[in-house]
């Protein structure tokens, strides 16, 4: 059974960065497409940023490219989110997502991903 674990979230100020990591349980997350989406309350769920499930492709959101980098570790099953220069609008709860495949599509969409973790909280404050 997969299981995510986000962790890294808290209070920043603007312009401060922040690193977010997300433990994957289960099989090695080189067999994943993974993914980080937030969400503010009263809005939808939006895709942030996502890396194939080879390492080789990332993609990001208009707003945060240039600002916000993915990456994995595959020894410790880890998928890491960091955030640079960060703005009172990046404030919202943090998801990791996870898809079980070998296609190395662009996957913007919550219904790509089959497992989700509970969500850590980012508050940058102005």
């Known amino acids: 059974q997969v299981r995510l674990v986000e962790s890294g979230g808290g209070l920043v100020q603007a312009g401060d960065s922040l690193r977010l990591s997300c433990l994957h349980s289960?099989?090695?997350?080189?067999?994943?497409?993974m993914a980080w989406f937030r969400q503010v309350p009263g809005k939808e769920r939006e895709f942030v940023s996502g890396?194939?499930?080879?390492?080789?492709?990332?993609y990001y959101e208009d707003s945060v490219k240039g600002r916000f980098t993915i990456s994995r570790d595959i020894a410790n099953n880890t998928v890491y989110l960091q955030m640079t220069t960060l703005k009172p609008e990046d404030t919202a709860a943090y998801y990791c997502?996870?898809?079980?495949?070998?296609?190395?599509?662009?996957?913007?969409?919550?219904?790509?991903?089959?497992?989700w973790g509970q969500g850590t909280q980012v508050t940058v404050s102005s």
């Open positions: 997502a996870a898809a079980l495949t070998y296609s190395s599509r662009e996957r913007k969409r919550e219904e790509d991903y089959a497992y």
């Open positions: 289960g099989r090695t997350i080189d067999k994943y497409a």
């Open positions: 890396i194939s499930w080879s390492g080789f492709t990332t």
